[in-house]
């Protein structure tokens, strides 16, 4: 265990961010004409483009020592190895082995749990292809046109991010929706889109306890069931993805319509394990094993490469680098891919959810930042909302450009401007617009004096903002799977470094116990709360309305 902040690259690191905090990336580009094929990295056709940070190859070298130090080497193969890393939940941490292809054996216990993860790959096969041809049809023997998965948080975010992002390749004629909120509107509106006889029901749940999930899954199965007239419709409409087999039971479903996961896959990592099943039914299995594919390229990448040319190991060290050193509390994702829009989301549980800690591996509240604020919406519309705070803010904001040089939708002159606007966006937000060119630019264009002086300060940029930028050929599932697979390892390292548990997410269960205590006072006995949660309760107990 290794409080990061009594390392000496630590202590190195503090010393050179003195030495480099003032100088300005436009000038280490002009003294550099070779920097950005130093500071770049590819893997497949992914670029990754790392050179608009503030760093200079002697930051570079210092942080992977920071890395080194912090034993990174080590957790890496300690996890991939299956050992119990969650320590808080006693478990291991095995995504890694539901997109493992090679023949490598990956032991839990003594056991090694390929042979299980390859039993649920032909399951799910078996029942995305019998959907898809029409086989696996619904009560009244109509086909499926609809799947509607049920989920929340890790068994929502993924498949949806992931289905929203491969939308191209969709079957015609099958639909995928996704109900996670526990507001009724999110479901009603679902179930006004799709019909009974048609529509298959996935709930998508680790734990098969989760409020939300459970809620509306048993509203959709009342509504399943008022429609068809049968209760044996059910067997044919709901299938269950858990590790809760008893839970899976108590609803009603039977155990043959599950599809099994394991306690070392996290919620926001199970993308590749059977909550994956609504990705495998309208993409195919073919496209959701290229998923796993890119996935695994990653993962052998992040297991192999030395930790100067590991682009996840990178990726974290520089958010480290911000976040703990210039004090940059958040870090924007950008994709400029439409198809991309719950990206940014995504990534919000994934990072926020891992590495939102602020409790030391030994019980101690550290004294040092851990993980950011993730945001981010896909570029253009960004630019038209928010890069106005990112250009000329007093935030440091650390931002990743995510851009494929090919559209799945060519059209007239799109694609050129969509890229044309990320690439210009990195380079205005590193080299900025000094208040000296504001001027030039204004005397140009007319301005009187007293309009160059007034304006000047306001059209002028400090630039120097940081940027990573992951240039893609195209959005495919392969490329999709490896650029998830990055950002997992990035989150990874970072916990390592931070001396958290990244796997854990106790933090969420402080309201979801309170909600327990709040709900049946609602509409009964009122219990002893502050004043605010009493006349917030009053509030909602005079004006609700009563629902049958
Ligand atoms: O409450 C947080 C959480 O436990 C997430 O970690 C998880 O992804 C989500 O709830 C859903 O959990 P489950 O898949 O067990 O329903």
């Known amino acids: 265990m290794v409080d990061p902040t009594h390392t000496e690259a630590w202590r190195a690191l503090q010393a050179h961010y003195d030495e480099v905090r003032d100088m300005h990336m436009r000038d280490l580009f002009d003294e550099d004409p070779a920097r950005a094929g130093r500071l770049s990295s590819t893997l497949g056709d992914l670029l990754f483009d790392y050179s608009k940070n503030r760093v200079t190859d002697r930051s570079v070298s210092l942080l992977v020592e920071l890395a080194e130090e912090c034993g990174v080497?080590?957790?890496?193969?300690?996890?991939?190895?299956?050992?119990?890393?969650?320590?808080?939940?006693?478990?291991?941490?095995?995504?890694?082995?539901?997109?493992?292809?090679?023949?490598?054996?990956?032991?839990?216990?003594?056991?090694?749990?390929?042979p299980d993860v390859r039993r649920v790959l032909e399951q799910m096969r078996r029942f995305a292809e019998a959907v898809r041809d029409g086989s696996r049809a619904g009560h009244t023997g109509r086909a499926i046109t609809d799947v509607v998965n049920i989920g929340i948080g890790g068994s929502d975010l993924g498949p949806f991010m992931v289905t929203e992002a491969l939308r191209p390749y969709w079957k015609e004629g099958l639909r995928a929706h996704f109900v996670s909120n526990v507001d009724g509107t999110h479901l009603s509106e679902v179930l006004r889109e799709v019909r009974a006889e048609t529509t298959l029901f996935i709930v998508a749940s680790k734990t098969f306890t989760t409020q939300e999930t459970l809620t509306n899954a048993r509203s959709a199965r009342q509504w399943l069931v008022e429609r068809l007239g049968s209760e044996d419709a059910v067997a044919k409409h709901f299938v269950a993805l858990s590790t809760?087999?008893?839970?899976?039971?108590?609803?009603?479903?039977?155990?043959?319509?599950?599809?099994?996961?394991?306690?070392?896959?996290?919620?926001?990592?199970?993308?590749?394990?059977?909550?994956?099943?609504?990705?495998?039914?309208?993409?195919?299995?073919?496209?959701?094993?290229?998923?796993?594919?890119?996935?695994?390229?990653?993962?052998?990448?992040?297991?192999?490469?030395?930790?100067?040319?590991?682009?996840?190991?990178?990726?974290?060290?520089?958010?480290?680098?911000?976040?703990?050193?210039?004090?940059?509390?958040?870090?924007?994702?950008?994709?400029?891919?439409?198809?991309?829009?719950?990206?940014?989301?995504?990534?919000?549980?994934?990072?926020?959810?891992?590495?939102?800690?602020?409790?030391?591996?030994?019980?101690?509240?550290?004294?040092?930042?851990?993980?950011?604020?993730?945001?981010g919406e896909p570029g253009t519309n960004g630019q038209h909302a928010f890069f106005q705070l990112l250009h000329q803010g007093t935030h440091l904001v650390p931002c990743d450009f995510i851009v494929p040089a090919q559209s799945q939708n060519p059209l007239g002159q799109h694609h050129d401007i969509l890229v044309a606007n990320c690439i210009a966006q990195a380079e205005a937000l590193m080299r900025g617009k000094t208040?000296?060119?504001?001027?030039?630019?204004?005397?140009?264009?007319?301005?009187?004096?007293?309009?160059?002086?007034?304006?000047?300060?306001?059209?002028?940029?400090?630039?120097?903002?940081?940027?990573?930028?992951?240039?893609?050929?195209?959005?495919?599932?392969?490329?999709?799977?490896?650029?998830?697979?990055?950002?997992?390892?990035?989150?990874?390292?970072?916990?390592?470094?931070?001396?958290?548990?990244?796997?854990?997410?106790?933090?969420?269960?402080?309201?979801?116990?309170?909600?327990?205590?709040?709900?049946?006072?609602?509409?009964?006995?009122?219990?002893?709360?502050?004043?605010?949660?009493?006349?917030?309760?009053?509030?909602?107990?005079?004006?609700?309305?009563?629902?049958?």
């Open 244 to 375: 809760n087999r008893e839970a899976v039971t108590a609803f009603g479903i039977d155990p043959d319509n599950m599809f099994e996961l394991w306690d070392w896959v996290g919620g926001r990592y199970s993308l590749w394990s059977a909550i994956g099943l609504s990705i495998a039914c309208v993409l195919g299995m073919e496209h959701f094993e290229d998923l796993l594919a890119g996935a695994y390229e990653v993962d052998e990448h992040f297991r192999t490469a030395p930790l100067r040319e590991n682009i996840p190991v990178l990726m974290a060290l520089l958010g480290v680098w911000y976040g703990d050193f210039f004090g940059a509390t958040s870090h924007a994702v950008l994709p400029y891919d439409q198809y991309l829009h719950r990206f940014p989301a995504y990534l919000q549980q994934a990072d926020m959810e891992s590495n939102g800690k602020r409790t030391s591996r030994e019980g101690e509240v550290v004294a040092y930042g851990t993980g950011p604020i993730v945001w």
């Open 73 to 114: 080497r080590d957790w890496i193969e300690r996890m991939f190895a299956g050992d119990a890393i969650n320590a808080t939940e006693g478990r291991a941490v095995l995504h890694t082995a539901l997109r493992n292809r090679g023949d490598r054996p990956v032991m839990v216990h003594d056991v090694d749990v390929m």
């Open 435 to 548: 208040e000296e060119e504001a001027r030039d630019e204004l005397r140009r264009s007319g301005a009187s004096k007293d309009q160059v002086v007034l304006l000047a300060p306001h059209k002028a940029f400090p630039g120097n903002r940081p940027s990573n930028t992951f240039m893609l050929e195209k959005l495919t599932p392969r490329t999709l799977g490896r650029l998830i697979a990055l950002y997992e390892h990035k989150i990874f390292v970072q916990g390592v470094i931070w001396n958290i548990y990244s796997f854990d997410q106790w933090g969420v269960e402080l309201g979801k116990q309170l909600a327990k205590v709040v709900l049946p006072e609602l509409t009964g006995q009122l219990g002893e709360h502050d004043s605010s949660t009493q006349q917030l309760i009053e509030y909602y107990r005079l004006h609700r309305e009563s629902v049958s």
